[in-house]
């Protein structure tokens, strides 16, 4: 039906047999398709699509399926909410409602490559740290937890905690494995590409220099990696996590 529909709308602008190829459609169906006599639901459904428009355009476009269904049943008019859903999608009639709009991200907000490409072997300390938040509910409301954990000896190199899950909580976090562990020049820090690590606060750039993430980082830049995939930062536990200096190797309990 929509095949016949569209050879139909553009048949004064277009060849009607190369709108046919186009469709796959014999030419003889859609001539015959064009020919035929309405049945009787198509001339009931025309019938309900003026009404339909009349309730539409009284409510200054604002009614939807539900009001319009409404509307109907107060004229005495008995038909299906599906129906009603249907010659209204057809027809371009849509209601005024909350929902939210799509928003596209900001182009200074894209995050940085993925460095680490999936690849957690490190044979030194300090050369990779993956990052993560988490959530803890309290009595008070909600706390969120940023940690950093070096994939060297499984430790928690730097965290912070506070009430909102923003870019502050991650250059906190980063702030403090920096300075315990003496500004290292070759690590990489790996996230996920959530708002907090890839909003334009957040260390996001390979170029960023140190000096401008936080005064206690002098020094070398550090790169930025992050990854969509979830699994890959999931390297921090869920428990509480283990603190141990710098450059002792500690073992998961």
């Not at 371009?92 to 799509?102: C, D, F, I, Q, T």
Request: with cysteine; aromatic share 6%; glycine share 6%.
């Amino acid at each position: 039906m929509i095949r016949f529909r569209f050879v139909q709308d553009n048949m004064t602008e277009l060849p009607v047999k190369r709108m046919c190829e186009l469709a796959e459609l014999p030419r003889s169906s859609f001539y015959a398709w064009l020919t035929r006599v309405p049945s009787a639901r198509e001339l009931a459904d025309t019938a309900l699509l003026e009404q339909i428009r009349d309730i539409h355009l009284r409510s200054r476009r604002t009614y939807g399926m539900p009001r319009v269904h409404g509307q109907l049943r107060r004229r005495g008019v008995r038909v299906g909410r599906h129906r009603i859903a249907r010659l209204m999608a057809a027809n371009g009639l849509v209601g005024a409602h909350s929902r939210k709009r799509w928003r596209r991200g900001r182009p200074d907000a894209g995050g940085a490559p993925d460095l680490l490409n999936r690849d957690f072997r490190v044979e030194a300390p300090n050369r990779r740290w993956v990052a993560d938040i988490s959530e803890f509910p309290t009595g008070e409301g909600k706390l969120h937890l940023a940690a950093l954990r070096d994939l060297f000896h499984h430790g928690v190199v730097g965290w912070d905690t506070g009430a909102r899950q923003d870019a502050a909580l991650v250059v906190s976090a980063l702030t403090m494995a920096l300075a315990r562990t003496g500004n290292p020049a070759d690590v990489v820090h790996h996230s996920d590409k959530g708002t907090a690590s890839t909003s334009p606060k957040a260390p996001t750039s390979p170029d960023t220099p140190a000096e401008t993430l936080t005064p206690y980082s002098h020094g070398p830049q550090h790169p930025t990696s992050q990854d969509p995939r979830m699994e890959d930062t999931r390297r921090i536990p869920r428990r509480t996590p283990t603190l141990c200096p710098p450059m002792q190797r500690c073992d998961d309990p």
